[in-house]
């Protein structure tokens, strides 16, 4: 079964700390995502990556930064932690081409910024 | 004092009743299409995905429908059971400076009364 694992279910961290959220994918998958969700706004793109060490902005990069080294991991990083960055972050994956369209999400961590 | 927010559409359905899904989405160059499920504490799962090139497509106890004139997209689920609560969320295919993403609706919040 394909399988997309965020590092963390839960994490409370204090404002102006740096966090780093984890996701690992077994699929071999050539691309991978990071969105936020927000109750009333649906999923919004932070950034994602379509290979090793590429990355590309989404629609509210602000505040934050990805890295991708391996094929496998996209983590998504957050320089300099805010209240208003309080919410549930959900990793994607997908394989090239445009007959799989279809991403494959991880469970989410909720993120909670004190 | 207490806060505001956007709330998510909501729909109530009896068991054994059939629901629809309504969409809106906005670019008509759009060519792709996908309703994803999404439960309480687990990340979106696929559901169903249809093409421009279609205008219905069924799955087992689902179809889609696709309205390219009203740019109108629909998810209805038959015989509706318990484990069909969830919130349910369209996303359409939007291609920004050559790059492809996936862009989500805010949810509908489908609640199956026993």
């Known amino acids: 079964d394909v399988k997309v694992t965020q590092s963390s279910r839960y994490l409370v ?12 994918q077994d699929m071999d998958h050539e691309n991978m995502f990071w969105y936020r969700q ?12 379509y290979d090793v060490k590429m990355k590309e ?17 996209f983590s998504l990083i957050l320089e300099s932690a805010s209240t208003n960055q309080t919410s549930m972050y959900l990793c994607a994956s997908k394989t090239l081409g445009e007959a799989n369209e279809k991403l494959f999400f991880g469970s989410g961590t909720q993120l909670s910024v004190l | 004092g207490e806060s505001v927010g956007l709330h998510l559409p909501t729909l109530s359905v009896q068991e054994g009743d059939n629901s629809i ?28 995905d249809i093409r421009s090139n279609m205008d219905k497509r ?47 609706g ?9």
């Open chain 1, 13 to 24: 961290k204090r404002t102006g700390e740096k966090v780093f959220l984890e996701c690992v």
């Open chain 1, 38 to 49: 927000d109750p009333g706004l649906g999923l919004r793109l932070i950034y994602f990556s």
């Open chain 1, 57 to 73: 902005k989404g629609d509210i990069p602000e505040g934050y930064s990805v890295s991708r080294e391996k094929k496998e991991r």
């Open chain 2, 21 to 48: 899904i309504n969409c809106a989405y906005s670019n008509s160059a759009s060519d792709y299409f996908i309703w994803y499920k999404q439960e309480s504490g687990k990340g979106p799962q696929f559901i169903i």
């Open chain 2, 58 to 104: 069924q799955g087992q106890r689902v179809t889609v429908l696709l309205n390219k004139t009203v740019k109108h997209l629909s998810l209805q689920i038959a015989a509706t059971q318990p484990g069909d609560s969830a919130v349910y969320f369209c996303a359409e295919k939007t291609t920004n400076f050559g790059n492809e993403k996936l862009t989500f």
């Open chain 2, 106 to 114: 805010t949810g509908t919040r489908l609640t199956i009364i026993p």
